[in-house]
């Protein structure tokens, strides 16, 4: 009884290790999309100041 509670025990701290691995990949890649995001909106923020100044300079009259 003694032995099947033991190979029990050691079978579902196999599982659960097995778990918590897959947990911490998924957790990894989790933190790897959201500085992407956050890299991507600072590019954004970026194209949108640059092409505000665009649009300025395309209406600024030219003087000669």
Known sequence: MLKEQVE???????????????????????????????????MVTQYQKQLRTLEVEAHKPEIF
Request: without cysteine; charged residues 35%; neutral net charge.
């Open 8 to 42: 029990a025990l050691l079978q579902e701290n196999i599982i659960l290790k097995w778990a918590v691995g897959i947990q911490h990949e998924r957790q990894k890649e989790s933190e790897e999309r959201n500085q992407e995001l956050q890299h991507l909106k600072r």
